[in-house]
């Protein structure tokens, strides 16, 4: 059993009746309800003190998940070093959808994590490219998702170390939907389902994936990370 913490920007579904009707009680609320079985779960949102990431918090979370779209500007700075430097130290870091422009990814990738969208309601078909990796465990061929948003290619981030799903869209694109990084001692799985105006995270098979991811990017033991001027081990 992990502790997650799940971190959700919270303002659409408080703005929006359009949204708050598909997540009456916020996407972190959703969220948490497809992990709260196997994990200690709780949630975070922008508009708490310190977002509601204290030291505290960040000290004792396993893995964290990211939502967020329309105030990435409004995260301050020192959050962002504090979770950058918990993903070094190994924390797990599960990004989610239009997360992919969150100011903690970008500082994590280096890039522009730019991409091509297109708010149109489309099926999109979210391919497993790898199917023995432990993010795909009890997967189907593909997840059909009748109802997206579009994301295309080119998706502006350092090549995955190992890439998981791969979607293909209604009108044509494709898109690297499951991507896995290292950072220092920590995972980071990007994963883009999740728009704020359909009910993707209670589809069963993407909480499946929320579900594996969350196992994939929980720290392990490791070994010390120790840097800096060393003596000599023999004389
Ligand atoms: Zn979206």
């Known amino acids: 059993m992990a502790t997650v913490t799940i971190w959700n920007e919270y303002r659409h579904e408080r703005e929006d009746d359009e949204v708050a009707a598909v997540y009456p009680d916020g996407i972190h609320a959703t969220l948490a309800?497809?992990?709260?079985?196997?994990?200690?779960?709780?949630?975070?949102?922008?508009?708490?003190?310190?977002?509601?990431l204290t030291d505290e918090v960040l000290e004792s979370t396993d893995v964290l998940l990211w939502w967020g779209h329309r105030a990435h500007d409004e995260v301050a700075d020192d959050v962002v070093d504090r979770v950058q430097e918990r993903v070094l130290e190994g924390m797990g870091l599960l990004v989610l959808h239009s997360a992919h422009f969150s100011k903690v990814f970008k500082r994590l990738m280096g890039t522009t994590c730019n991409l091509q969208w297109r708010e149109s309601g489309e099926t999109e078909r979210l391919w497993v490219v790898d199917p023995g990796h432990p993010i795909a465990d009890g997967l189907e061929e593909y997840v059909e998702l009748p109802e997206t948003e579009m994301y295309g290619e080119p998706f502006d981030v350092p090549e995955p170390d190992r890439l998981v799903f791969t979607s293909w869209f209604e009108g044509g694109e494709v898109f690297r939907s499951g991507c896995c990084y290292r950072r220092g001692n920590g995972r980071i799985f990007y994963f883009r389902p999740g728009h704020e105006t359909y009910p993707i995270y209670e589809n069963e098979e993407i909480r499946q994936v929320l579900r594996n991811a969350v196992e994939w990017a929980t720290p392990t033991r490791g070994s010390p990370r120790t840097f800096g001027n060393r003596p000599r081990d023999e004389p």
């Open 33 to 52: 309800d497809a992990l709260e079985a196997d994990h200690d779960v709780r949630t975070a949102t922008l508009d708490e003190p310190e977002h509601g």
